[in-house]
């Protein structure tokens, strides 16, 4: 596998900095999300040029990291016309940056019904789920178009909450060009955390051919809620994932998320000793 890191989890700094910091705390690749790792430059729809994406990809293999995500993570449900229309207009124009950047994939997560993103039980409804299908299919045809890898992210409390649901909006577009972005720990929630084996399994058997990438973090729980921390740091086993991602994934991309400065390097060491141990 090829560990990494969200860029926008290493110190603030200017990018070139923080690609300069993962290369020299062993990262392989980074989850770029423009608007939390670029403030020295526009980074809009229109500030989204060839020769902007031809100079960003000399930057990164300078300090010889891969793109893993480009990450447009907004609500493709937003009840709101104008503002669904805005957002469509950011994908497209990811998508086509990416096609020259050449990350990895370009990734999001599956929204919610309402305009402030918010989690709702209307979200796990089977309208919910319409709507989502409705509105990403446009995004994927012209990521089809552009060569590109568009992957959705399973999150509980979003529209697409588990992996029946995302097996289902798989089926009903029918694209090589949409794939899976796993994050085990997002699928849980204090309802059903306990239950994390399980539903480990579930989402490999439904969706393991079409995961293109994966997040690795941890969590524990405070006052009934799940709260995020960095791998090693919370109650997560990671024998199963790590086990399909050598049976089944060589050398994917594997980025760690909710680790800060002091503790990317350890994270990033726990996880390797863990792959490093496993016997298939």
Not at 24 to 30: D, L, N, W
Not at 116 to 131: P, V
């Amino acid at each position: 596998m090829q560990l990494g890191i969200r860029l926008h989890d290493i110190k603030k700094a200017p990018l070139p900095e923080r690609l300069k910091i993962a290369e020299e705390q062993g990262f392989a690749c980074g989850h770029l999300a423009l608007s939390k790792v670029i403030s020295e430059y526009p980074v809009d729809d229109g500030a989204l040029t060839p020769g902007y994406a031809l100079y960003l990809k000399r930057l990164f293999e300078k300090y010889h990291l891969d793109i893993a995500v480009l990450g447009c993570y907004l609500n493709l449900a937003n009840p709101n016309p104008e503002s669904l229309a805005k957002i469509t207009h950011r994908y497209l124009a990811h998508i086509r940056f990416a096609s020259l950047l050449g990350v990895g994939v370009v990734g999001t997560e599956t929204g919610a019904v309402n305009e402030e993103y918010r989690f709702e039980e209307k979200n796990h409804s089977d309208e919910a789920l319409e709507i989502f299908i409705r509105n990403v299919k446009p995004v994927v045809e012209y990521a089809e178009k552009m060569g590109v890898i568009f992957a959705i992210e399973p999150v509980y409390k979003h529209i697409v909450c588990n992996p029946i649901r995302a097996r289902r909006v798989l089926d009903e577009i029918g694209s090589p060009n949409l794939q899976i972005i796993f994050d085990p720990v997002n699928l849980l929630d204090s309802c059903n955390y306990r239950d994390r084996d399980a539903i480990i399994e579930e989402a490999i058997d439904l969706l393991g051919e079409d995961i293109a990438m994966i997040h690795i973090k941890d969590f524990v729980v405070q006052d009934g809620e799940l709260v995020s921390v960095a791998a090693g740091t919370g109650e997560m086993d990671y024998g199963k994932i790590i086990r399909f991602i050598k049976e089944r994934k060589p050398y994917v991309h594997v980025t760690l998320e909710n680790t800060v400065p002091e503790n990317a390097v350890e994270a990033r060491r726990y996880i390797q000793g863990l792959w490093d141990t496993c016997e298939l």
